[in-house]
């Protein structure tokens, strides 16, 4: 099979986030629900002024669930996924590509949770 463009990219991994948001538990979906994810090919050039690698293969930004309202950031909270980086790293495998938009999805949403690696490993998650 030749590479997949980003379209074909994007579909897979939105196919994986939707999965993986109805397999958590109660108390996290509905969080998870309502983060919306953007898929994005990779990081943009000015991104490495902010200390964001090349290689990034996805991001959580804008303030953490249960933020004090006051701690206004301008950016909603959101993930991003660089479809092109987890392509590069998964080797051009599709069952890892899968496998590692789901990891990446959820490092992502434990940050936005306030959860670390141990938090998400202990819950059964990664």
């Known amino acids: 099979m030749n590479d997949p463009d980003l379209l074909q990219l994007q579909r897979w991994a939105e196919n994986v986030v939707v999965k ?32 964001i690698a090349p290689d990034t293969l996805g991001l959580f930004v804008g303030p953490e669930l249960g933020d004090p309202e006051g701690a206004v950031l301008d950016v909603p909270s959101q993930i991003i996924l660089y479809l092109e980086n987890l392509w590069d790293f998964a080797e051009a495998d599709e069952d890892l590509f899968r496998g590692e938009v789901r990891a990446t999805y959820l490092h992502e949403l434990g940050h936005y949770l306030g959860l670390t690696e141990a938090d998400l490993e202990e819950r059964g998650l990664l």
């Open 20 to 51: 993986t948001i109805r397999a958590l538990p109660d108390d996290l979906r509905a969080h998870a629900d309502s983060l919306p994810v953007t898929f994005e090919a990779a990081p943009p050039a000015e991104a490495g002024e902010d200390g």
